[in-house]
């Protein structure tokens, strides 16, 4: 039973590890993060569960809808960007969708200054 436990904790290891390399080491919205429950890390493995693809941009932003707070990530999957929201204090899919240009328009009226990596 001890390497049954054993095992399957370096498995969960392993795959957080790849999940993390994978990830883009800058973010928008760092300045936030001590006000969510849930760590970058762990928001993108939901947001990839929820989408399975590849994350090219991310940030944590205050927008309505859950908390208030959530991560957002654009995923490459299928030859489209989607975006996939995830609250930051419940770990709750909010978004999994792909943006309408006029949300996106919209969007970057608001945050005119944030430059997102």
């Known amino acids: 039973m001890k390497s049954f436990v054993v095992l399957v904790a370096a498995a ?8 993390a390399a994978s990830l883009p080491t800058n973010f928008t919205g760092h300045e936030l993060a001590a006000g969510a429950k849930i760590t970058l890390a762990q928001a993108s493995v ?16 205050k927008e309505s809808g859950g908390s208030g707070l959530r991560y957002s990530f654009d995923v490459a999957s299928g030859g489209k960007t989607i975006e996939v ?10 978004e999994n969708g792909a943006e ?4 996106e328009s919209a969007e970057a009226a608001r945050e005119p200054d944030q430059i997102k990596h």
Do not use: F, N, W
């Open 100 to 103: 309408s240009p006029s949300k």
């Open 12 to 19: 969960s290891l392993a795959a957080g590890a790849a999940t």
């Open 46 to 61: 939901i947001a990839l569960k929820a989408r399975p693809g590849h994350i090219v941009d991310q940030e944590l932003e």
């Open 85 to 94: 929201g995830v609250d930051a204090m419940s770990g709750r899919v909010l």
